[in-house]
């Protein structure tokens, strides 16, 4: 039972990145509480907000890989 409401955190986690990402939603994509030197803010100094909005993709897509991998393990 705990192990598929901690997939389903996992899943559900991964969706709210990735759909941040993709439609730029504001609260998902704002850098405000970043840690200063973090791989965040890093990639926003360096590639600007569209690199950011990537590397959150990235990470939803890996949490969402993640989730189903184990729903199916």
Known sequence: MVYYLVC?????????????AILDW????????ERPK??????YEQFGRK???VLLGFGGGICLVTGIFLLLA
């Open 51 to 53: 690199g950011y909005r």
């Open 26 to 33: 504001d609260w998902v994509a704002t850098r405000e509480k």
């Open 8 to 20: 389903g955190l996992i899943l559900l986690s991964g969706g709210i990145l990735l759909g941040g």
């Open 38 to 43: 973090g791989l965040g803010h890093f990639v």
